[in-house]
């Protein structure tokens, strides 16, 4: 390609842009084309186009130098509709990989090479044409343009494939940027003991802290304030961070960016719930967690030894729940010894508490990937078990007055003013509407039938398709009534308002839910269901004790600056009628967004499992009904309540 043979293009006249198509203008013909007409006017010697299809027609080589992603789509679409097949066009924007790699196909696609070129040195050597290249693509494309290229810069660096031009300008950027609010907060900290910028600039650079930064802060401090567009360097680290979802790990460039890790929810599933002494009673709670875990790994289709960490919630963690029975189902499920596993006891909300610790650890950056579970097999290990009928200790109930849990849910009721009608409807309700939800298909996605021979299964190469032992929850009652439940005997009271039919029922099953960080989750192509977006709990008063779902959402909604008519659902779980009743009347929220599948009155509350079930099934109505926000709320004995928000993202 010898000099004058050859139009070239250019794009985009800003800070960086114009200066670089005035050099090319030095040696070659030049076209440009800028939205804005007078700073096209302000390149000497380039003819100004009138459109980008009358660039395309014009150029054999095209560069861009616009400010987005979505101007980068557009400019090149408006070049191709008239370039001819064998023409170049060079991207010089700083963009996300994704970009780059779709344009660079659809550049392909019509006949045009296109490599991404990412240039620094800033504008004074962009004048000169002499600027650092970065050049992402073919490298025999490269050597065809390398006259246009000499022309741009002295220093040209082929960096590997498209996109490899953007990473390393992003690394350049980063380097700076990041290192730039370094050293500012380091001058801030002198100047507070009295140290002045000019002699701590000249300490670091007689020592080892010495850079181009401390040799040039004053010029490079210019430049961020005045000289680029406002929002440059956030839009660079952000496209860095960006990048970074691709596998890099880079916690401070986050920090600086503003975007911390995200815990995402990328897979969730549940058994159906068998009631006491009902379908489940004759399986292992350990082998039903195990046949839990191994369904959530192949739904997820991530490699078992990819999961950093188990944590399963279990309330009476004695007998087939004994023996830390996260790390025996994980052994059990198949997953490699390398694997750990961790029991945790927050009472009804234990497998709720371990997805809040799950997402504390991505978030954390500790782990990034981990699952958690939860279950309960109240017919195989009863409720209360793990107490052995030892009273609590004398120090605790000479302080506090501990009562029953359904006489706190009396007490809740009478606080709020609830009758007895208000509990039976409600429970009446959860019924129909979890056996609507059977009916249309809305626990398909969530629900795993369990097989018979669940040890024959787990120690099986391949999980069976038929041959259940339980295909759907057991408790739903479809045909009660509120003359049957009216029926009912009071269960805590000759004057009390709650019986077994307002209550939630005593019944077995497991759940599962895998929890990643955000990055993770996109360099393994999983789509997550939510965003883990806040985690809360609380303790009250023991003698009321389930009331805790009041405070602990108003925390929740305070720590996050919503509403709850921001929020799509709520699960509020339903140990007893009173409590997410209550709920409502104190809280005002809609009840239509109230456990709108049932809950634990009509499907039961498999103590240890409940949590991670109403995340499963808030998660997936979130998703079916296009919803952002879901708050799951649970009420924990002695005294306690705890809330997770998620925000939906992605698409499944």
């Given at each position: ?184 907060e380091a001058l801030a900290l002198g100047g507070d ?269 391949e999980l069976p398709d038929a041959g259940w032992v ?107 009628a009173s409590v997410p009743l209550a709920w409502l ?68």
């Amino acid at each position: 390609m010898a000099d004058g043979a050859v139009m070239v293009g250019f794009v985009g006249l800003g800070n960086i842009g114009r200066p670089m198509a005035g050099a090319l203008a030095g040696t070659f013909p030049v076209v440009v084309y800028d939205v804005d007409a007078s700073a096209a006017a302000g390149v000497p010697g380039a003819r100004v186009a009138a459109s980008l299809a009358d660039v395309g027609a014009a150029a054999t080589v095209v560069g861009v130098a616009v400010y987005d992603d979505a101007q980068v789509r557009d400019v090149v679409t408006g070049l191709l509709a008239e370039m001819r097949p064998g023409g170049t066009i060079l991207v010089h924007s700083t963009i996300s990989l994704d970009t780059v790699r779709d344009v660079a196909t659809q550049a392909g696609a019509a006949g045009v090479a296109l490599l991404d070129v990412a240039v620094a040195g800033g504008d004074a050597r962009a004048r000169r044409g002499d600027l650092t290249l970065m050049v992402g693509g073919d490298p025999d494309e490269l050597a065809r343009v390398r006259p246009v290229l000499d022309a741009l810069g002295s220093r040209i660096h082929h960096v590997g494939p498209v996109g490899a031009g953007l990473a390393a300008k992003l690394a350049n950027n980063l380097a700076l940027h990041v290192g730039f609010q370094v050293l500012e907060e380091a001058l801030a900290l002198g100047g507070d003991a009295g140290v002045g910028e000019a002699e701590l600039l000249e300490v670091l650079n007689s020592g080892t802290a010495q850079s181009w930064l401390t040799g040039n802060f004053a010029y490079y401090r210019r430049q961020i304030r005045e000289v680029l567009p406002p929002g440059m360097v956030a839009k660079d680290l952000h496209a860095a961070v960006t990048l970074a979802g691709d596998g890099a790990d880079i916690p401070l460039t986050r920090l600086a960016a503003g975007t911390p890790r995200e815990a995402v929810v990328v897979a969730a599933l549940r058994t159906p719930l068998g009631r006491r002494r009902g379908a489940l009673s004759g399986v292992r709670p350990d082998e039903l967690l195990a046949y839990t875990l191994r369904q959530l790994v192949q739904r997820a289709g991530i490699a078992p030894d990819t999961v950093d960490d188990v944590i399963a919630g279990c309330v009476n963690a004695v007998g087939e729940q004994g023996r830390n029975i996260a790390r025996v189902a994980a052994l059990a499920a198949g997953l490699p010894v390398t694997v750990p596993g961790v029991t945790v006891n927050r009472m009804c909300g234990s497998s709720q508490q371990a997805l809040h610790f799950a997402a504390h650890a991505v978030l954390s950056g500790q782990q990034r990937m981990v699952i958690a579970a939860g279950v309960e097999s109240m017919s195989r290990v009863p409720l209360g078990a793990d107490a052995a009928g030892v009273a609590p200790p004398g120090a605790v109930t000479g302080r506090y007055a501990l009562v029953d849990q359904g006489v706190a849910a009396d007490r809740i009721a009478a606080r709020w003013q609830l009758d007895r009608a208000e509990l039976d409807a409600f429970a009446l309700a959860s019924h129909r509407n979890a056996e609507a939800a059977w009916r249309d298909g809305r626990f398909a996605d969530e629900c795993v039938p369990v097989p018979a021979d669940l040890t024959a299964a787990l120690l099986a190469d391949e999980l069976p398709d038929a041959g259940w032992v339980i295909e759907r929850d057991e408790g739903i009652r479809p045909d009660t009534s509120l003359a049957a439940l009216a029926a009912l005997e009071p269960a805590f009271g000759a004057d009390g308002v709650h019986h077994a039919g307002n209550s939630s029922q005593l019944t077995d099953g497991a759940a599962a839910v895998l929890v990643c960080d955000g990055a993770e989750a996109r360099r393994h192509g999983l789509v997550p269901l939510a965003r883990i977006v806040a985690t809360e709990v609380v303790g009250v008063e023991t003698d009321l004790m389930l009331h805790g779902v009041i405070p602990v959402t108003r925390r929740i909604l305070e720590r996050t600056g919503l509403t709850l008519a921001d929020i799509d659902l709520y699960e509020v779980n339903e140990a007893f009628a009173s409590v997410p009743l209550a709920w409502l009347r104190e809280t005002g929220a809609d009840p239509g967004r109230l456990n709108v599948n049932g809950g634990a009155i009509a499907l039961g509350h498999p103590t240890g499992c409940s949590g991670a079930r109403l995340a499963t099934t808030l998660l997936y109505e979130l998703r079916r009904r296009g919803g952002r926000y879901g708050l799951q709320v649970m009420c924990v004995g002695y005294g306690m309540a705890t809330a997770t928000l998620y925000e939906r993202i992605g698409e499944a």
